[in-house]
């Protein structure tokens, strides 16, 4: 079955719709007007206006009448620390990437695939004061990136994926070129590693190693992220070891 044959017997586009809204919130604009909104959802003033209400009725949204801002609501901090107390993915995942962040000093995260890009859903920030910064539910394009290219790497309809992508530079370091790309990907399947040096965030290293279950289908993948003056420090292949042997640790203790 086809994403279009999926999306239109499937789905309900006012549910999208819905989602979108709560999706618009980020850390960095965690508050927004209605306005705002709509410039960020492509969502009507009088349809949105519907979206927000019940969602301030139902908690998901806090409406301050002062500003007229909205901000996310305490009904999905619930719903996400139940998530989080009940994930096996982070249950198993946690204690093992703070055992690594706390070994190597280094900011340490752990990624998934969320529609067509990457979301960050676990990190532990680096002890040094400087420090290459990833904070949960950041997201980004599944090209760009250690911790985003080994999701696509192991990722189901990559064609497709590839086929209706456009590749935009987000530093000078960005691969822009799909067959570049796809090379890399079949390496990066091959190594069961990644690794990048300032493709998304200027200055910024990472190596990655993926977490598959027990069909090798994609899972999440976990990340150490170093400052680029800071990298040479390290050995490399130590770091591709411990990032692999904390992926591989993770896999067993799911499956």
Avoid: W
Wanted: charged share 20%; with cysteine.
């Amino acid at each position: 079955m086809n994403q279009e044959t999926f999306e239109k017997n499937y789905t309900m586009s006012s549910l999208h719709k819905a989602i979108k809204v709560l999706k618009a919130f980020t850390k960095e604009e965690p508050s927004l007007s209605l306005t705002e909104l709509s410039k960020k959802t492509g969502i009507s003033i009088s349809s949105l206006q519907r979206f927000v209400s019940t969602f301030v009725y139902e908690g998901f949204l806090h409406k301050e009448e002062l500003t007229k801002r909205y901000q996310l609501g305490h009904s999905l901090l619930y719903l996400g620390n139940l998530v989080k107390q009940e994930s096996s993915l982070i249950i198993v995942a946690d204690p093992l990437l703070k055992k690594l962040n706390e070994e190597i000093g280094e900011s340490v995260s752990m990624s998934i695939i969320d529609g067509l890009e990457r979301r960050c859903i676990l990190n532990y920030d680096s002890t040094y004061p400087l420090s290459t910064k990833m904070f949960v539910g950041d997201t980004s394009p599944l090209y760009a990136g250690a911790s985003s290219k080994i999701l696509l790497a192991f990722m189901p309809h990559l064609e497709q994926y590839l086929e209706n992508i456009v590749l935009e530079p987000i530093t000078n370091q960005t691969i822009l070129s799909k067959d570049l790309l796809i090379s890399e990907l079949q390496q990066i399947r091959s190594l069961r590693y990644a690794k990048s040096n300032g493709e998304r965030v200027r200055g910024a290293c990472s190596v990655t190693a993926p977490i598959l279950n027990a069909s090798h289908q994609i899972i999440a993948s976990v990340t150490i992220l170093i400052p680029e003056v800071r990298y040479a420090d390290y050995d490399e292949q130590q770091l591709i070891d411990s990032i692999t042997r904390t992926a591989l640790e993770i896999e067993n203790q799911l499956y």
